[in-house]
């Protein structure tokens, strides 16, 4: 299928049922790989009219002084697909609030006349809390579901449980009564692989056993997810958070929150993360739980039949949404805490318990962390950009599940000789985030013990390491290396692949190493006046999993620009709330660092290298050109195909929609005056169209189209007149040719306008649409234009 099919799908249709179909939410864009190409898409295209005089930015009602205030002036009889949208396309936020205020007093009108009607007001006014506790309550399950499965299946890797299937390893052993503290891994109950084909438990042919079972099941989990996101939801692959944000800002990708996408990305989620890559689930998430809020959504009709409502948090967030946010993550929160898929009664993932206070002087390294956090934030933003741009622009990128199973093969291959590599990615950060206490077995905790074996406090003094910790070191040093490059290879390919947890994971094996190498400078040198005040021989001074939870909170900062949530994330993932300077000095200073060699985050360069039309509320406008700067048409462009209000007839309309590729026109009072009536979108007049010549006698190519309210007087033998005020956008937003573009991108931006028309003394001038906005931007930071608009 075409790019340019794809998107005009709904303006090139013969039949009017073809083009009303088009705009179910669970339609399916199937076929990876296809490259989505709108560089003739609806806001590049869109032409309107304005009616200011004398203002620099007014909201108008075309000139006609007895125009309603709602934008859709109604007949008594609405047509069918009116006000709806086609896809890849912007949605109208001004008309859908006002369609939503109609629908407002509409029924509070009627709420007084029964107790039916009440009823139904009362329902009306519920269903907002109602879909937030059913989205809350399907988000937590299907987390608390998510994580039981990914742990099963990440250890099946490695061998089953003979006494119960559906047990992991550690759960397994929770009842047997064979296992050891050293070895409390260990149980009867649990078999590996080569213990169940070979028979053997030790040795060479056990360890090769192992190694290609490992390798199988690594392959088996990453094939299987990339073939059903190819086959059933291609828009399942992915984070999700750069369409997500998209979505939010007004854009229509249809099926990307449907159901199909809901269930493929939940299943092979489990399977992403099982299989080894380097890859989160926390992304994706977001992906899942946005999935549940848009199908209950369609549940009622306040938001099913109102775009705008679906999207409340996006460019306003008032005060009932907060608190409905609030109500749905306590509905989220107490059912995983009901499933407990961490099995510590916890809600937190990693949760952490530290005796030992920091220091000042800690802040030091702390710095030294979020320098390091911004360094591998910048180089992983360009290295993945420029390795997603290459898989675009290649013939690499028609191969999707060539590129998993090779990034797959290669993840598991290095992956399994390394024990850190080879752990679960969550375990490998809840092992590095953990204090070394008495009844720790980890290598990271082999240190020499020179205090009283009998005596066990919880506040252990620092002590010499021993040969483990220095052989976890080397091994997590290669595993830094390996996490580095994998990831950047890995975020982008076609399975759900998330970012949260890899970058978490780089940070925390880079704070656990710097923690180590302090934690010993302090012990072996305890008398410098940097340690003399706050750090005697005995005392336990540094806490290396506290290095390790500043990692990678530096190194998550690095990647996404966050500063304050990400604090609140990682509280919310540690429970460590004692630690808020030191998390808030490694974040700052990650960003500081990573914006010095760009301020964009990774999903923002996503959304700018899928030419997404999104307006970052965080980018400033500093320039001081005009509107009349960057409107459209130039000097050296055609005019503007306009509409006059009572002199076309249809087939002059018909003519226009199949000669052009515009998806909306100004009419105007007469080409003379051009003076504006309104705006008419190319959707809606085409539905219209079609939908009176099978419902109205008499509409035949030569009748007169009339968009003014009153019609005027014709000749007898004239066919009838079509009369399409009703999908006439009557205040369309305008501003004048001298209104800075300062402005002018501060209105997109907080109302969320898709367009708005330029003006002088009244006369229509031009058009700058959003995708203006971030031509002129692009052209402004010496960037060239057209490389940002969906290539």
């Not at 028979?199 to 360890?207: L, N, T, V």
């Not at 005060?319 to 937190?348: C, D, M």
């Not at 007049?685 to 014709?714: D, M, N, W």
Request: with cysteine.
């Amino acid at each position: 299928m075409e790019s340019e099919q794809l998107f005009h799908r709904g303006y090139y249709r013969n039949s009017y049922n073809s083009i009303t179909s088009a705009s179910s939410d669970e339609e399916l864009l199937d076929g990876a790989g296809v490259i989505m190409d709108f560089q003739t898409s609806e806001d590049d295209n869109l032409l309107d009219g304005d009616a200011s005089i004398g203002t620099h930015y007014t909201m108008t009602n075309g000139g006609s002084i007895n125009s309603s205030t709602h934008l859709l002036d109604l007949l008594d009889e609405p047509i069918p697909g009116v006000g709806t949208y086609d896809d890849f396309h912007t949605i109208d936020w001004v008309r859908e609030k006002c369609k939503d205020r109609e629908r407002h007093r509409r029924i509070n009108s009627k709420k007084k006349e029964s107790a039916w009607e009440m009823t139904k007001s009362l329902y009306d006014a519920w269903s907002g809390w109602l879909v937030v506790t059913l989205t809350g309550l399907a988000s937590g399950a299907l987390a608390g579901l998510i994580d039981i499965a990914a742990d099963w299946m990440t250890d099946l890797k490695e061998g089953i449980c003979l006494s119960a299937l559906w047990y992991n390893h550690e759960q397994c052993c929770w009842g047997s009564n064979e296992t050891t503290f050293e070895e409390r891994d260990k149980c009867p109950q649990w078999k590996t692989w080569a213990e169940l084909i070979i028979g053997q438990a030790e040795g060479p042919g056990s360890y090769i056993m192992n190694y290609i079972m490992y390798i199988f099941w690594a392959l088996s989990f990453a094939f299987l997810a990339v073939s059903l996101v190819k086959v059933f939801a291609p828009y399942a692959c992915g984070s999700g958070i750069p369409e997500i944000k998209t979505i939010l800002s007004g854009f229509i990708i249809r099926g990307y929150l449907g159901k199909w996408t809901l269930m493929i990305k939940t299943i092979t989620l489990v399977l992403a993360v099982a299989s080894g890559l380097s890859l989160g689930k926390e992304g994706p998430l977001v992906h899942v739980a946005c999935c549940c809020g848009n199908i209950f959504s369609y549940l009622f009709p306040k938001y099913s039949t109102n775009e705008a409502k679906k999207r409340e948090v996006s460019y306003y967030f008032p005060l009932k949404t907060l608190w409905r946010s609030f109500f749905a993550a306590l509905v989220a929160a107490f059912v995983l805490r009901s499933i407990n898929p961490f099995g510590n009664s916890r809600l937190v993932l990693f949760y952490v318990e530290y005796h030992t206070p920091w220091y000042l002087f800690e802040l030091f390294p702390f710095i030294l962390l979020g320098v390091f956090g911004g360094l591998w934030g910048a180089f992983f933003i360009r290295a993945n950009i420029a390795w997603c741009r290459r898989r675009k622009s290649t013939k690499f990128g028609k191969y999707p599940v060539l590129e998993v199973i090779i990034v797959a093969a290669i993840t598991a291959v290095i992956a399994f000789p390394n024990p850190y590599t080879r752990l679960n990615t969550s375990e490998l950060i809840k092992e590095l985030f953990t204090d070394c206490g008495p009844l720790e077995s980890s290598s990271l905790c082999d240190y020499r013990n020179d205090m009283n074996a009998s005596k066990i406090v919880d506040d252990i003094p620092d002590r010499p390491a021993g040969i483990g910790v220095y052989s976890a070191i080397w091994q997590l040093c290669l595993a830094l290396i390996f996490k580095i490059i994998m990831t950047v290879f890995t975020f982008g390919i076609k399975v759900p692949s998330g970012l949260f947890i890899p970058s978490m994971a780089i940070g925390a094996i880079a704070g656990r190493i710097v923690g180590i190498a302090v934690e010993q400078l302090a012990y072996y040198h305890h008398d410098w006046f940097i340690f003399k005040e706050w750090c005697g021989v005995g005392a336990d001074c540094i806490t290396p999993g506290l290095y390790a939870m500043v990692g990678a909170a530096a190194c998550l900062g690095g990647v996404t620009r966050m500063t304050v949530s990400l604090v609140v994330i990682v509280f919310e993932l540690t429970g460590g709330l004692e630690y808020i300077v030191p998390l808030m000095a490694a974040v700052m200073t990650s960003k500081w660092v990573g914006d010095a060699f760009g301020r964009e985050g990774i999903y923002e360069a996503h959304i700018r290298l899928n030419g997404y039309p999104f307006l970052d509320a965080k980018e400033e406008f500093t320039h001081t050109t005009l509107a009349a700067d960057v409107m459209r048409p130039r000097r050296s462009d055609p005019p503007l195909a306009v509409l006059t209000q009572d002199n076309m007839t249809v087939d002059d309309i018909e003519n226009m929609i199949n000669e052009t590729s515009y998806n909306g026109f100004p009419v105007i009072m007469s080409k003379e005056s051009q003076r504006l009536v309104g705006f008419a979108l190319r959707r809606d007049l085409t539905i219209a169209i079609e939908s009176a010549r099978k419902k109205q006698e008499g509409i035949v190519s030569s009748s007169r189209v009339c968009f003014a309210q009153h019609t005027p007087s014709l000749p007898a033998e004239s066919p009838r007149p079509l009369k399409l005020r009703s999908i006439l956008d009557m205040s369309p937003f305008t501003v004048t040719d001298h209104t800075p573009m300062e402005i002018v991108v501060d209105i997109f931006r907080k109302l969320g306008l898709r367009q708005c028309l330029v003006t002088h003394n009244g006369r229509l001038l031009g058009i700058i649409t959003k995708k203006d906005i971030l031509r002129h931007m692009a052209q402004m930071a010496n960037q060239d234009p057209a490389s940002i608009m969906f290539n």
